[in-house]
């Protein structure tokens, strides 16, 4: 069986305003760069996470070499650095691939599937109202 391969949409200055700040549904937006390895890295989890949740969430990228007006508006200063939205505001954010879950440090080193798969999941769950 083949594995349908997903395309992230890859939002830029002009078409941030639609597809985040009026979106119906939460949404994750990726603010990375095409040279920074965690960035790749971190690539086929969001894939999957936009699989998984389908209609229910939207998760987009912002290049920061491309949009430097978006990453300044939303004082990007390292990345990997992901911005959650709700109604068109700013929820949450997750900088870096090394994160804090609880008292645990979760690092994408040590497990195939990136263990920050889990606090990006658990966001997502948080914000698309699908759990408490």
């Keep these: 069986m083949c594995k349908e391969e997903l395309i992230m949409l890859v939002v830029k200055s002009d078409t ?6 009026e979106s119906n549904v939460p949404v994750l937006v990726d603010f990375f760069a095409t040279w920074c390895g965690p960035c790749q890295m971190m690539g ?8 998984e949740y389908g209609d229910k969430a939207k998760i987009v990228k912002v290049d920061i070499d491309q949009a430097m007006d978006l990453a300044q508006k939303y004082r990007v200063m390292s990345v990997p650095n992901m911005i959650f939205f709700k109604d068109g505001q700013v929820a949450d954010s997750i900088i870096g691939r ?8 979760i690092c994408c080193c040590f497990c195939s599937y990136y263990p920050c798969c889990l606090h990006i999941y658990i966001y997502c769950l948080r914000f698309s109202g699908t759990a408490t």
């Design 16 to 21: 941030f305003q639609k597809e985040v700040m």
């Design 44 to 51: 086929p989890v969001l894939e999957q996470l936009q699989a």
């Design 98 to 105: 090394c994160f804090c879950f609880g008292s645990h440090r």
